[in-house]
């Protein structure tokens, strides 16, 4: 990263501090970053593609937009949180940039970010977003979610070592569930872990010992995932990486036997997966146990991958 970059970084985390302080001058925002008034709109015209004044009107355009859509505060009222002297002004303003009337716009709200050479946007609830450093592929995102899955599953399996047998066994009720054996948290655990052992097995093409999943103890689920997870993880990155979701295998145990692609495998677990995971964070609840929330992959395939 060079000195140019560092210091345009520094001068967004600075705007974002003092966005609605309409006295600062660009003097003292320059001075806040040991630069000179001159430096700091050379460096930001050139890093951004526009000078700060500019850049800072931009992002308090797109918070204006996302006030009118997502409050009933008064289009005045917005309009001198963004600076502006008089409704007329913003008006101006807002249609140069959005095309049309800040009223029109509110009735039928697009898009809120302001297109920019920096791609520097305003980002609800109050921050400004920086673009991505490395660009996250959908082979990236793929093997992140399945990270998140065996992770959240070592989760759930931790958690539930909190509670008693008869926790663990107590009958989730479902309307829709025709299997005849009552779905319990143990179960819903037993499965998570089963289905990523039994495709390992299916790709190595060696049998899946059902048996195991009868009544399973914590400290088996523990040992399994352990086994099962990185093994299965490390299939997804390899075909992932090699571009090979497309490819073949043939699960030669079945009767008859019959062949699958990686990609669907990995969507078929993933699908099932995520319902599983739901009712068994949703069990964890029931018992007083919230650390998990719904399991939400959200924000995990959001971190830069290690």
């Known amino acids: 990263m060079t000195a140019a970059v560092d210091h345009f970084t520094s001068f967004v985390e600075l705007l974002a501090e003092v966005l609605d302080d309409h006295e600062a001058t660009a003097e003292q925002l320059a001075s806040r970053l040991y630069l000179s008034r001159f430096h700091l709109d050379r460096i930001v015209a050139s890093v951004a593609g526009e000078p700060p004044h500019r850049f800072r009107r931009r992002i308090l355009l797109e918070r204006a937009a996302y006030r009118l859509a997502t409050t009933d505060r008064t289009i005045l009222d917005i309009a001198v949180e963004a600076g502006y002297g008089s409704h007329e002004a913003f008006t101006r303003a807002f249609a140069k940039a959005y095309g049309v009337a800040p009223g029109r716009w509110r009735a039928h709200p697009t898009r809120m970010a302001i297109e920019a050479p920096s791609d520097v946007h305003f980002h609800p609830p109050g921050s400004l977003r920086l673009p991505a450093r490395t660009k996250v592929t959908p082979m990236d995102l793929l093997t992140k979610m399945v990270e998140h899955h065996i992770w959240l599953t070592g989760e759930i399996i931790e958690h539930a070592a909190r509670l008693s047998d008869e926790q663990l066994d107590q009958r989730i009720e479902l309307d829709?569930?025709?299997?005849?054996?009552?779905?319990?948290?143990?179960?819903?655990?037993?499965?998570?872990?089963?289905?990523?052992?039994?495709?390992?097995?299916?790709?190595?093409?060696?049998?899946?010992?059902?048996s195991v999943e009868e009544h399973e103890t914590v400290g088996s689920l523990r040992d399994r995932l352990a086994e099962e997870g990185p093994t299965y993880l490390a299939q997804v990155r390899a075909v992932a990486e090699q571009?090979?979701?497309?490819?073949?295998?043939?699960?030669?145990?079945?009767?008859p036997a019959e062949?699958?692609?990686?990609?669907?495998?990995?969507?078929?677990?993933?699908?099932?997966?995520?319902?599983?995971?739901?009712?068994?964070?949703?069990?964890?609840?029931?018992?007083?146990?919230?650390?998990?929330?719904?399991?939400?992959?959200?924000?995990w395939v959001a971190e830069p991958l290690t």
């Open 243 to 255: 571009g090979r979701l497309d490819d073949t295998f043939v699960d030669a145990l079945r009767e």
């Open 259 to 299: 062949v699958f692609t990686y990609g669907g495998m990995i969507a078929h677990v993933l699908t099932f997966a995520a319902h599983r995971r739901t009712l068994a964070v949703l069990a964890l609840d029931k018992h007083g146990i919230r650390d998990l929330g719904w399991g939400d992959p959200m924000r």
């Open 176 to 210: 829709v569930d025709d299997d005849p054996d009552p779905t319990t948290l143990r179960r819903l655990m037993s499965r998570l872990v089963g289905q990523m052992g039994m495709w390992n097995a299916a790709v190595a093409n060696r049998a899946y010992d059902w």
